[in-house]
């Protein structure tokens, strides 16, 4: 528990701009240790009794079984593992921007890293939201042509892509309009594309479809 109380301290102290900078360098390390464990089962389960722990401070946002309360936090259960380390990785180097959320993950270590990521994959998936039928016809239209080549036909994503199914729908909102008017949060050119194909007045209704599946 000392342990975690330290990590929480040194979070805190970096979102004040207090400590080291980010080291680029320790994202392959973290991503190595990432295949490695996925290869043997006893060393994934002691990475995810460690990632446990470590989330403890993650849970007053993203909620204590990755299911967040807060509308525009994501949820993070049965997310694909390599894509949350690639959104560590950016908030870490500054790629993606959230202050307080930069601070938090550069006080990890890429073994930390590693382990928070696989224990949020373990956790059940959100419950899907229950959506008229008459309201996501079209919206599933639209996702089928432009999204699901990337992210499937049940927006499951994939090693790259990230889960989109049960996923909040307020963040999902948020990030695709900041895709599309390119606002410096997030910075993803094939995205930018994506949801400009997609159409601003889309956004809502394909969001509110991506809610409701399983």
């Not at 980010?22 to 295949?35: C, K, S």
């Not at 722990?53 to 946002?61: D, L, V």
């Amino acid at each position: 528990m000392d342990k975690i109380w330290r990590r929480r301290v040194a979070a805190v102290a970096l979102c004040l701009g207090v400590g080291a900078a980010p080291v680029p360098a320790l994202a392959d390390e973290a991503a190595d240790m990432l295949a490695r464990i996925g290869e043997d089962a006893q060393a994934r389960a002691k990475a995810i009794d460690n990632g446990r722990g470590i989330a403890t401070f993650c849970a007053n946002c993203h909620g204590a079984d990755g299911v967040s309360t807060i509308p525009e936090v994501p949820n993070l259960a049965a997310q694909n593992p390599d894509y949350l380390l690639t959104q560590i990785n950016a908030f870490t180097s500054g790629k993606r921007k959230n202050e307080f959320m930069e601070g938090l993950m550069r006080a990890l270590a890429p073994a930390d890293k590693a382990a928070l990521v696989l224990f949020y994959a373990s956790l059940s998936a959100p419950t899907p939201r229950t959506v008229a039928e008459s309201e996501v016809a079209a919206a599933k239209e639209a996702f089928d042509k432009i999204c699901a080549r990337c992210h499937g036909g049940a927006a499951h994503g994939s090693t790259t892509t990230p889960r989109l199914a049960g996923q909040q729908t307020e963040y999902l909102r948020q990030s695709l309009r900041r895709y599309l008017t390119m606002s410096g949060e997030r910075f993803y050119p094939p995205m930018t594309a994506a949801v400009t194909q997609l159409g601003e007045k889309n956004i809502d209704a394909v969001t509110v479809y991506l809610g409701s599946l399983k």
